[in-house]
């Protein structure tokens, strides 16, 4: 028998990643631009539904606070969403809101000169107010890294080895949130998962007027059918005795949105009252902003493989942090409860639908700003149980991880320089987060627990992120170990032609300003 040729057992690298539909700049008909927009929108509703439900009923507010909530989350992440697909980065990302805050916020929660406040309302207002302080201090550090070009100074300290582990836990580094919660309620989050893969891949082939409708609308198919089904089981008296966590996990009537939600209601600015500034509060803030900062920069270079685009330059990538520091901006300014990064669920949907389009993007913003003025029809959408969500973010997350595993193509992966980098960069972003995460679940305080709370903060929230952590393991590790003659192995000679905006001609048509802006802002 013959020996195979080289090409027949490996596969050359590639730019951009092919089969796609639609790339950033091409779009489907109108119609279809809609639907999927649709459909991105109704993704995004579980991160803006779940974090106010985990933090207004704790610091004191109503049903109805939390619905004003949602609502303004969704309102500026729709705004954010169009800001920065318009005159950021230019990728199809929504943003939307972040866990990174959470430690800070829960910290400014747990301030004994919030907690002891006696009346509920009056509680979460101050708070409220005390979170929009630390947010708009917090969001200068996007503002200065992005508008400065020093994210983009820093980025040329990146080589496709070193991103490899921080794009990949973006989406691994999410594991919690995926079947844990579907365990929750197995008998609407399992049918779902299964659902959502026989759709988007089994029957992917399936076509109406040359439409592949299940791969490209599994999406909103397959929640619907088990949205329907969970009503059904919630009507027919299923979980009326059950514990109260399961009736949480798996009632449609449970969340109290559509009740609660006023016909129309537009949010608007210090609508909570005037920020209050402590510098403590803004201090640890400003490590959740870091955060999202590396989250982000990893969600955008996972965004760009599945438009079917080049890795952004380092000037586009500084802008969008610039753009995302305005965005965390509004949320202190329109008091959304947190801060802001890009979703990485949606991030995923991309690949999922094998459409890049930025115009889908920019119909799901307007969606989003549509139904959080709307705010009967919109909270319709939102009580969605989230176990449905969580089923399709096993799914989501997973292929936004493989997409930074897809990044050593460009690398020597027969190194043991490269393998012993990826490995411990990949552990210690999945073990050091656990660890701190364990750590707080079972002594209610984080690891570092000083008399110096920001400093408390600022620690429990940098490692407690995967991706973050990863990226510091990872670029010390490549800048430092043997490399001065292994430029070729970390993939650099393929990285340097994406550093500068002018060095690959396909730059100018991905990610050039609209407007014919770049006559003021001239690419570096």
Known sequence: MEAPKPEEISHPPMDQLQGFEYCIDSNPSWGEAIALGFQHYILALGTAVMIPTMLVNYIGGTDDDKVRVVQTLLFVGGINTLLQTLFGTRLPTVIGGSHAFLVPIISIIHDSSFSQIPDPHERFIQTMRAIQGALIVASSIQIVLGYSQLWGICSRFFSPLGMVPVISLVGFGLFDRGFPLVG?????????????????????????????????????????????????????????????????????????????????????????????????????????????????????????????????????????????????????????????????????????????????????????????????????????????????????????????????????????????????????????????????????????????????????????????????????????????????????PWWAKFRTFRGDSRNEEFYTLPFNLNRFFPPA
């Open 184 to 492: 929750k309620c197995v008998e609407i989050g399992v049918p779902m998962l299964l659902l959502y893969i026989a759709f988007s891949q089994y029957l992917k082939n399936f076509q109406a007027k040359h439409v592949p409708i299940f791969e490209r609308f599994a999406l909103i198919i397959s929640i619907t059918m088990i949205w329907v089904y969970a009503h059904i089981l919630t009507a027919s008296g299923a979980y009326r005795h059950r514990p109260i966590i399961t009736q949480v996990s798996c009632r449609t009537d449970k969340a109290n949105l559509i009740s609660s939600a006023p016909w129309i209601k537009i949010p608007y600015p210090l609508q909570w009252g005037a920020p209050t500034f402590d510098a403590s509060h803004a201090f640890g803030m400003m490590a959740a902003v870091l955060v999202s900062l590396i989250e982000s920069t990893g969600a955008y270079k996972a965004a760009s493989r599945l438009a079917s685009a080049t890795p952004p330059p380092a000037h586009v990538l500084s802008r969008g942090i610039g753009w995302q520091g305005v965005g965390v901006l509004l949320d202190g300014l329109f008091g959304t409860g947190t801060g802001s990064t890009v979703s990485v669920e949606n991030v995923g949907l991309l690949g999922a639908t094998r459409v890049g389009s930025r115009r889908v993007i920019q119909i799901s913003a307007g969606f989003m700003i549509f139904f959080s003025i709307l705010g009967k029809f919109g909270a319709l959408f939102a009580s969605i149980p989230f176990t449905i969500f969580a089923a399709v973010y096993c799914v989501l997350f997973g292929l936004v991880a493989s997409v930074g595993l897809s990044f050593l193509q460009f690398t020597n992966m027969n190194s043991m320089r490269n393998l012993f980098i990826t490995g411990v960069a990949l552990f210690l972003g999945l073990s050091v987060p656990e660890y701190f995460r364990e750590y707080t679940l079972s002594s209610h305080h984080g690891p570092a627990h000083t008399n110096a709370g920001w400093f408390n903060d600022f620690i429990n929230t940098i490692f407690s992120s995967s991706p973050t952590v990863a990226l510091i393991v990872a670029v010390f590790l490549d800048n430092t170990l043997d490399y001065k003659d292994t430029a070729k192995d970390r993939g650099m």
